[in-house]
């Protein structure tokens, strides 16, 4: 019997790179899975498709992370598809760059809905329905704590909240039986940032192992979290960035 079996899975932004092999790797070990798309609907479908090919259970919910009555609606549909929700998964997000002093109010506005106010609502939708032994997991990002670059201000400010929702999170599920943990990708190679993408050597030259991530690097440390072996894990961030940070 596979670790996850019996356990019911929601991935934001599930529909490609890192989102879609954490839905991919969960279902693998048992899980039935269902992903949010905001627009990438052939994407997901066939990360569903594929999930399915391998006997698996998966759904895909079209949902915007800006729309807090749609993440809402997306959890309740996992419930009527599945009748139980034990994992959440807060992936999706957005990098916007640019010069401190050029940034509009909507930009700020943009990342913070994504990469903040979503999970903050995914958590209290799933949240009141999570069963004991729950967990949540944030993606968050190692420029969190470390900004080697200009350019960057905006996209680590919204992850370095992730880390104090997530931080805060752990102390009010925690009665529940709930883990709450975040885990930090460095540079991973998906179609966003590509291993043999224009700035690759430069990400490569700040890490101890100068090699890329795969997504099922990541995939496998969040699967960690989200097993048994995590039940004692909480409040707690997994940096995965060859060392960047060190």
């Given at each position: 019997?596979?670790g996850l079996t019996g356990k019911v899975a929601l991935v934001t ?164 039986g709930i883990t709450v943990n975040v885990v930090h990708p460095g ?60």
């Open positions: 019997m596979s932004g599930g529909s490609r790179g890192i989102g879609a092999e954490i839905a991919r790797r969960l279902a693998a070990d048992g899980a039935a899975v269902a992903i949010t798309y905001a627009s990438r609907e052939e994407d997901a479908r066939s990360v569903v498709s594929n999930i399915g090919a391998s006997g698996g259970s998966a759904i895909a919910i079209q949902a915007d992370g800006r729309n807090g009555e749609e993440i809402e609606s997306a959890v309740a549909q996992v419930l009527t598809n599945y009748s139980a929700l034990d994992i959440l998964v807060n992936n999706a997000g957005i990098f916007v760059t640019g010069d401190l002093l050029e940034f509009s109010e909507e930009d700020l506005d943009h990342s913070l809905s994504i990469n903040l106010r979503a999970p903050f609502i995914a958590m209290q939708a799933a949240g009141r329905h999570l069963r004991d032994g729950g967990r949540i997991i944030n993606i968050g990002s190692n420029l969190a704590s470390r900004v080697p670059w200009p350019g960057i201000s905006l996209y680590a400010m919204t992850k370095s909240g992730l880390v104090g929702l997530t931080k805060g999170a752990a102390r009010d599920f925690g009665p529940c540079s991973t190679n998906t179609d966003m940032n590509p291993a043999d993408g224009d700035h690759s050597d430069l990400q490569r030259g700040a890490m101890a192992i100068p090699r890329y991530n795969e997504a099922s690097d990541v995939a496998s440390l969040v699967r960690w979290l989200a097993g048994p072996e995590g039940r004692s894990v909480t409040g707690a961030e997994f940096t995965i960035d060859g060392g960047s940070n060190a």
